[in-house]
């Protein structure tokens, strides 16, 4: 089987991105992102046309397990719609397994992509896991929050994985650390669900910023800086929270499996 993909990212949040229909069963999925013996990626995109305002996507993280929602994989799916000629550019719907989400996306300017993100389902209180207090957020995908002191020093790679696979999470979580940096920024590194720390995670953004607002740590609109970069976060009126950011394209190929 040959494979036509782009290579993607969002923050340096990077995907394999392919047009579907395509079916990839674990395993392949696995190769594709695998760093050492395929591709490379955090995950792999499947973008499907629908009709000329629609498409398609379905998100696989780089372990073969599918994920709700990815918003860097959102954009990179705007780009590589609009590029491809899916969509006419400017608005159209991106449908998720979170649900339907509005993008914004211009050929002239593919480092401001807009998109919704979704709603946020904060939960009230705080989770103590290990000597932390995590906040609870629902974006589409499941997320835990953390305020730190210092988000370089973090211990993401002890504390997130054990926190990914806690009994409270029966379909794993992400795991942020935050630090509170003015009114409106914070700084994030975030342990990712399947994949492990990752440079960007645009839903782990978007829960970041709604975490610190809830907890009167910043104010909207927040400047989210992670490892791979930044990109600004707000709610708006339909109480969606949106995000608008690049998307790059890294080379085009094909694979033979």
């Not at 395509?22 to 395993?27: E, K, P, V, Y």
């Not at 993100?117 to 995590?134: P, W």
């Amino acid at each position: 089987m040959k494979i036509e993909f782009t290579k993607m990212n969002g923050l340096k949040n990077d995907f394999v991105v392919i047009k579907g229909p395509q079916s990839l069963d674990t395993d392949q999925i696995q190769q594709l992102c695998d760093r050492k013996s395929g591709i490379g990626a955090d995950g792999l995109l499947i973008v499907t046309p629908v009709d000329d305002s629609h498409v398609q996507m379905k998100y696989y993280n780089a372990d073969g397990s599918v994920a709700e929602m990815c918003g860097n994989g959102l954009r990179c799916v705007a780009r590589f719609a609009v590029e491809n000629k899916l969509v006419k550019s400017g608005d159209f719907i991106v449908n998720t397994d979170a649900g339907p989400l509005r993008v914004t996306c211009n050929e002239s300017d593919f480092k401001q992509i807009e998109v919704q993100v979704g709603r946020l389902v904060i939960e009230a209180g705080s989770l103590n896991l290990l000597g932390f207090d995590f906040i609870q957020v629902n974006v589409g995908n499941p997320h835990v929050v953390v305020f730190v002191d210092d988000v370089s020093t973090a211990p993401v790679k002890e504390i997130g994985p054990k926190v990914e696979v806690d009994k409270h999470f029966p379909n794993k979580t992400n795991v942020e650390f935050v630090e509170s940096i003015s009114e409106h920024e914070i700084r994030m590194r975030v342990w990712e669900r399947g994949v492990g720390e990752t440079q960007a995670c645009a839903t782990g953004m978007v829960v970041a910023a709604g975490a610190a607002v809830k907890s009167k740590k910043a104010s909207y609109p927040v400047r989210v800086t992670v490892p791979g970069g930044s990109a600004k976060v707000w709610l708006d009126d339909d109480s969606f929270v949106r995000m608008i950011g690049p998307a790059e394209i890294e080379f085009k190929d094909s694979l033979e499996f």
